[in-house]
Each structure stands twice: as structure tokens, then as C-alpha cells.
């Protein structure tokens, strides 16, 4: 016994082994599908950290449908991946239920979170903590058909709402297309809810679209619909997209996001088109700006990995890689700075507007917000209420189902 004990003790005191390949602690991470250049490049990527990580390898699962639901459930069950995309509009309810981990105690000076663009980085923060750190983002701008343009002898984007509608309105028939491409969403109306002083939620999460400052700015959305009939949605023109409406020629100007560019130039190389900031509305700069986090799963059993991992992926170099093609802004005004995105011509103006744009968030119960604004916006936008009358509306029910989710 003594001579097994004297055996024992001496194991107990040789140092440590470098950890053997087989030994590497494997870190679930769940997204939802992207465009197979999207899947190859972040594939790439997590092959960059395994090489600089040899103890850590990375199970990458696409959630093709259904994703937050699927997380939701996972989350439920304690079955969650270990790090997953979180977007800002699923963010403060995620938050608020203690399901995530909280990032602060793992970010070090070396990380500068400073270099992070404060809007987006705020879309993740809960009760003064960090629960996410944004991996891009993609802001609105103004996409317009230079042919269309020379057609009607405009020589430059219009500037303001107004200037808009009038260009629109001169481009309406023109090469067989209407002016404008609308796409009657939260998602796109929620800066001109606030340009005249509306507010999309109170501080309390409930709906408060329907103020009187708020219909001011979907009034414009309906008189160009109704009555300059200058504007078409993807369903008058048969299309499935407002990228698709402009690709197709169907509409000379639409307001979408950074995926349009390489969109565009892929599948309808033959148009010619440019890129300019959304139109001021009431004298005042706005467009969204949608952006989705990397977050750690607070039951993960390996919170050093899966903060390693989260550290990679928005650090500067991570970032960089992810970003580069283009397809996606990156969340770091650095990386954006060395990729030469803020003098791309194409790209500047939806990088200057992360400075004034619109967070996509709407509360804890975004779902009941959301849906009950779209479904009745598109009734007044047809004309089958008033505009007051289907907001109105759509704010009770909304406002009706965020008491029951409380």
C-alpha cells in the first residue's frame, strides 16, 4: 500500500502535459443560413481559429427554419449550442430571462471595445451588462437605375422626402416602371414613425406607433401609394424582394441594405445603378440599421472556449476576414477604416448611416409589435381602412397581446 500511495503521489506531481488533439473541447455554434458565399467565407474563418486554437474545435450547425423558436426551445430544455446568433429585435427579451451570459468579466482592455460602433453595441446591453457583441450590421440607403435616371433628365438622387416624390412621380411610366419601390414593414417604416417625434414602443414595451407624430410619417408611405400611384409593392410587380423589384427593372428607386450590392451585381449585372443616403424626411437624417450578436449560452459547460471563440469572431482580425467581401459592414469602425468602406462608393452612404439610423428593437415582445403593425399598415396602404383607423388598430391588439406575454 505504502509503495502505491509513493506511486500515486509521485503522478500527482509531474507537470501538466500539453493537452493531446484528442483532448480538444468541442464548442457548438448554431446560425441560421446564409448565401453559400456567407457559409463558405464563415467556414473559412472558424478554420482560422481552430489553426490558432488547437484545443478548441467548433461544431457549426445551420438552423435553416424557424430559428428563434428553435433556440427558444433549446434554451428551454438546456440543450442550447454553447455560442448562436442572437438578432438585436430577439435580443431584450433573450436578456431579460437569464438564459445568456453576461460578457463583461471576459472583456479585457486588449479587446478596445471602444472600437465598436456605440448603437450597435447598445443593442446588446441590458441592465448596464453586456450580453452580446455585435459581428456586423446593415444599414437602408437610397439604391437608384442611373439609365432610368438619365431617361427623366435626373441628374442626381433626390435629397428629401418631397424631392423623392417628385422624382418618383417623374420616373412613374418611364421604361415600363414605377418611381418607387415601398416595402410597407416596421422594419423599413420605423424612421419615419420617428421623424416627426413618434415613438415605435414606450418605456414600458407597449406599441405607440399610432400617435398623431407617428402617422405623419406613414402618411407620406400612403399618399405616394394612393394617390401619386408612384410607388408599387413587391406583390403589384410580381417580385419577391425590393432587390428583386429593382433588379428586374420594375421600380428605378428603392431603399434597401448592404445585401442588395452584391446581389445586384451577381444576378442582374446588366443594370446599372448607384447608391445615395435615404432622403431626409421632416429636415431630419434617418434609415434602420439591423444588426445580429455572437451570445454564450449562460449553461454553457465551457465558458472559457466559448468566450474564445466570441473574442476571435469580433476581434479585429476575425472581423476583418468575416467582412471583407463586402456583403456585410463591419461592427468595428477600425475594420471598417482599413477596409476603405467609408470611401467606397457605393458603400459610404450606408456607412455614415450608423451615426443617425434606427435601431431594429421594439421590446421584450417584439413578435406582437411587429405583426399586428404590418398586417394592419398593408390594409390602409390598400385602402381598405384609414390610415388612423388601421393603426389604431394594430396598437390595441399589439398592446392587448404584450399584456398576456407579461
Known amino acids: 500500500m505504502a509503495i502505491a500511495i509513493a506511486i500515486i503521489a509521485c503522478q500527482s506531481l509531474q507537470l501538466p502535459r500539453k493537452p493531446l488533439a484528442s483532448t480538444a473541447v468541442t464548442i457548438k455554434l448554431s446560425g441560421w443560413g446564409g448565401s453559400p458565399v456567407e457559409q463558405k467565407l464563415l467556414k473559412q474563418v472558424l478554420q482560422d481559429f481552430e489553426a490558432q486554437h488547437p484545443t478548441i474545435k467548433v461544431k457549426y450547425e445551420v438552423i435553416s427554419d424557424q430559428y428563434m423558436d428553435v433556440i427558444k426551445t433549446r434554451l428551454v430544455g438546456e440543450a442550447a449550442p454553447d455560442v448562436f446568433y442572437l438578432d438585436a429585435l430577439e435580443a431584450p427579451f433573450l436578456m431579460s430571462q437569464n438564459v445568456l451570459q453576461p460578457l463583461d468579466a471576459y472583456i479585457t482592455p486588449k479587446f478596445d471595445l471602444s472600437d465598436f460602433e456605440d448603437t450597435l453595441l447598445d443593442s446588446f446591453k441590458y441592465k448596464n451588462q453586456i450580453y452580446g457583441l455585435p459581428k456586423d450590421y446593415f444599414t437602408l440607403a437610397l ?19 418631397g424631392e423623392l416624390r417628385n422624382y418618383s412621380k417623374q420616373l412613374t411610366g418611364k421604361l415600363n416602371k414605377y418611381g418607387f419601390g415601398e416595402i410597407p414593414e416596421l422594419a423599413r ?8 417625434g413618434g415613438q415605435l ?19 407620406l408611405v400612403v399618399d405616394q401609394y394612393q394617390k401619386d400611384r408612384s410607388s408599387a409593392q413587391k406583390s403589384d410587380v410580381g417580385t419577391n424582394s ?29 443594370v446599372e445603378f448607384a447608391t445615395a443616403p435615404v432622403p431626409t424626411i421632416n429636415g431630419k437624417k434617418g434609415t434602420m ?11 454553457t459547460q465551457h465558458k472559457t472556449e466559448a468566450w474564445e471563440l466570441i473574442e476571435y469572431l469580433t476581434g479585429k482580425e476575425g472581423m476583418q476576414k468575416w467582412t471583407k467581401t463586402g ?28 451615426d443617425y439610423a434606427t435601431p431594429w428593437q421594439v421590446g421584450q415582445y417584439s413578435s406582437a409589435i411587429v405583426n399586428n403593425f404590418d398586417n394592419q399598415f398593408v390594409s390602409a396602404l390598400l385602402g381598405q381602412q384609414s390610415l388612423k383607423q388601421a393603426m389604431v388598430q394594430a396598437q390595441k391588439e399589439a398592446n392587448q397581446q404584450v399584456k398576456t406575454m407579461e
Open 143 to 161: 439604391f437608384y437605375n442611373k439609365k432610368a435616371f438619365a431617361v427623366a433628365g435626373l441628374s442626381s438622387p433626390p435629397a428629401t422626402w
Open 189 to 196: 417604416q420605423a424612421y419615419k414613425i420617428k421623424a416627426f
Open 327 to 354: 456583403f456585410a459592414l463591419p461592427t468595428r469602425k477600425s475594420v471598417a477604416k482599413n477596409l476603405g468602406y467609408d470611401q467606397d462608393q457605393m458603400r459610404s452612404p450606408l456607412v455614415a448611416g450608423v
Open 201 to 219: 414602443v414606450d418605456q414600458n414595451g407597449y406599441a405607440t406607433f399610432a400617435s398623431a407624430a407617428g402617422l405623419q410619417g406613414l402618411e
Open 289 to 299: 440599421v439591423f444588426t445580429v450578436a455572437y451570445v454564450m449560452n449562460h449553461l
Open 242 to 270: 425590393g432587390s428583386e423589384m429593382f433588379g428586374q427593372s420594375k421600380v428605378a428607386m428603392v431603399i434597401e441594405g448592404n445585401w442588395a450590392i452584391p446581389y445586384l451585381t451577381e444576378t442582374f449585372p446588366q
